[in-house]
């Protein structure tokens, strides 16, 4: 039986690693040609990706390779699918901004501050400290709560979730918030702002970071991992 939506957020540690496990399952039957698991190293899914941003991606635009650049995008032909926590190639004024950054260097310096102070929160910041530099991109002309998502998901997936087309139906049913204008500019950080004290009041958020390796890569990503349940092929364009 899969887990019921709501009931997410009121897990311990043990049982949220037990349902991340049977809801890779899940896809790995649904998708049987590419590897699901939440061991990186086994994974081409969720897991390699993160792992993928984590060696590859820490670093000013500029400085990053054409590659690494990719990734961020999530166009990269090699490696692990980079589409999971949801792609920007069809946002054409974002892509064109992280793959070209020379020319693009007054958004990309804005990019980069987001980037660099998420990267700099602690491992228990507030809610509000986590959806300031999400605003900073959500706010910026022609980006919004995906390209947001992705960007600072890639610097830190224990504080960020992804919120595109087809995880925000889920999303706001594993928060309990209902989020009729995050499109909205005006209010989307204030509603990402709800989710994530939703998140970071759970009990598997506040967990100690565990010794065993592998569970230590999962509690480092964990809140990005709630894709694996919010993510629905079905909705979004």
Not at 62 to 73: H, I, N, Y
Request: net charge negative; hydrophobic share 40%; charged share 20%.
């Amino acid at each position: 039986m899969p887990i019921p939506l709501r009931t997410i957020l009121t897990l311990d540690w043990d049982a949220y690693v037990h349902a991340l496990h049977v809801r890779m399952a899940h896809w790995q039957v649904m998708w049987p040609h590419t590897r699901l698991s939440l061991d990186a190293g086994v994974d081409t899914g969720w897991c390699a990706t993160l792992a993928e941003f984590h060696s590859s991606t820490k670093d000013t635009l500029e400085s990053l390779t054409d590659e690494e650049r990719e990734l961020l995008v999530g166009v990269h032909q090699t490696g692990p699918n980079t589409y999971f926590f949801g792609d920007l190639h069809a946002a054409g004024t974002v892509t064109s901004a992280i793959q070209n950054p020379a020319n693009n260097r007054t958004v990309v310096a804005a990019l980069d501050a987001a980037r660099s102070g998420a990267r700099s929160l602690g491992r228990r910041p507030s809610a509000q400290q986590g959806a300031f530099y999400w605003a900073q991109i959500n706010n910026l002309f022609r980006f919004g709560p995906a390209t947001a998502s992705r960007l600072l998901l890639a610097e830190r997936p224990d504080l960020y979730f992804m919120l595109n087309s087809k995880s925000r139906s889920r999303m706001e049913t594993i928060t309990g918030h209902s989020l009729p204008q995050i499109i909205d500019h005006s209010n989307g950080p204030h509603n990402y702002q709800t989710m994530l004290e939703a998140i970071y009041s759970s009990p598997w958020w506040n967990t100690q970071r565990p010794r065993e390796p592998l569970l230590a890569s999962l509690w480092d990503g964990r809140v990005a991992l709630l894709d694996v349940f919010a993510y629905d092929p079905a909705e979004g364009a």
